[in-house]
């Protein structure tokens, strides 16, 4: 009985838990374990399950996927994309090519992964690597937080009922359950995005291949996509800015009516059909102000707003919170508070403060269609503007750059991507 009950206590303590185990709390539990770090990860749902999204991955989210280890072959709809074409509001489009991930000294900037895929793959790569992932186990409650350690309630049945960490990661969405017990809930927020998804099959027009942007005039700053994805599937949708003309009870609506839109209808091709339901959510996209810790928690991915502001792209955000949380644990091998938390804030700062005001003065000017306009037909000018604004679109570079002289190197937008051909997963 003793033995038992010595090792009950010893599964619900660890050095630092994570709840929440998407993509930024599968970064930081990796970032964590690879430190020598004992981690466990804690979340509500059992995988794999879907999250809505736009299964995009840019450049910097796969170069981070690579780094952590991760195998994207995992991914059975995994598909890696070179092929760009973005449609002005005046309607004239823009073929872009990224560098073609299929030679062997380029890699990958652009791919499509399925989150019911993906987010499960990365469950899957932790526990792989040493990470404790418990599953159906949602927070409650913190009940207790002090100088030394916190303590988190769980409505689990078992050992895991209780679980003491040194230091709590909230991983745990927009509207962090964490945060709320806290007492630092962002009341009434919304967020500065709300996108619609749906997927859809038997695509035999370009968007089978082609990754396409729509820069409708009535959606400015917002836009439309296809994502192509194996097998004649492509992840299609729209996300608008909250505030702009069209209102989220609004969206149901106007979903219906771009699918009939002849260019749209056109990439998907005749006989596309849509797949299930459509889903919605919103997108918080709001770093420089949201807050980034309490106590011993700090807070990442949707939990610290983190998306772009002005594409609305968050998984590539959510890995660099997460990456950047284990980092500032592991900075103070007596887990200081102060120390931890004054170091997560500075990383932040560091690497998101920039590129959000760019991404939001960029977003500015995708509000007017004239502006939008000018600045498609600049990307489309040359052959040169047409291979480096590709690149920078898909975050090859931070967006900013040229504003924070310390990221300058001498291969700016000549890198190669991620995941060389070897490790290249089979594509339609």
Known sequence: MVNAISQQKATS???????GAGPAGVAAALTLVASGKDVLIIDKATFPRDKCCGDGLTTGALRILEMLGFDPST?????????????????????????????????????????????????????????RVVENCAFVSVALQNSNEIVINTDSPNEFKEI???????????????????????????????AFRQYVSNVTGPASKQLFV??????????????????????IGF???????????????????????????????????????HTAWPIPARI??????????????????????????????????????????????????????????????????????????????????????GVLRLAGASDWTRRNFVRWMFEDEPRAAALTPWRWHRKFLKRDGAFKASQLPRTN
């Open 13 to 19: 303590h660890c050095d630092v838990l994570i709840v």
């Open 75 to 131: 991914v059975a709809n995994y598909q890696i994309c070179d092929e760009v074409a973005l449609r002005s509001p005046s309607g004239r489009e823009i073929q872009l090519d990224l560098p073609n991930a299929r030679k062997s000294s380029v890699g990958q900037f652009a791919a499509i992964a399925p989150r019911i895929e993906l987010d499960n793959a990365l469950v899957q790569h932790a526990r792989a690597s040493g990470v």
């Open 164 to 194: 003491k960490a040194k230091f709590l990661i909230a991983a745990d969405g927009m509207w962090s359950p964490v945060r709320k017990s806290l007492g630092v809930a962002q009341s009434g927020y919304l967020g500065e995005w709300h």
């Open 214 to 235: 729509w820069f409708e005039k009535d959606l400015l700053p917002g836009y439309a996509w296809s994502f192509p994805l194996p097998n004649g599937r492509a992840n």
């Open 239 to 277: 996300g608008i800015l909250r505030g702009s003309k069209y209102t989220v009870q609004e969206m149901k609506a106007l979903w219906v009516e771009l699918l009939t839109r002849p260019h749209i209808a056109s990439a998907l091709g005749q006989g596309a059909m849509l797949e299930g339901r």
């Open 288 to 373: 420089t102000s949201a807050k980034l810790s309490s106590g011993r928690t700090l807070f990442i991915g949707d939990a610290v707003c983190a998306a772009d502001t002005m594409t609305g792209e968050g998984i590539g955000q959510a890995l660099l919170t997460g990456v950047l949380a284990g980092e500032a644990i592991t900075s103070s091998a007596q887990y200081n508070q102060h120390k931890i938390c004054k170091s997560y804030a500075r990383k932040i700062k560091r690497e998101f403060f920039a590129d959000h005001r760019m991404s939001f003065v960029l977003g500015k000017i995708l509000k007017n269609a004239v502006l939008t306009r």
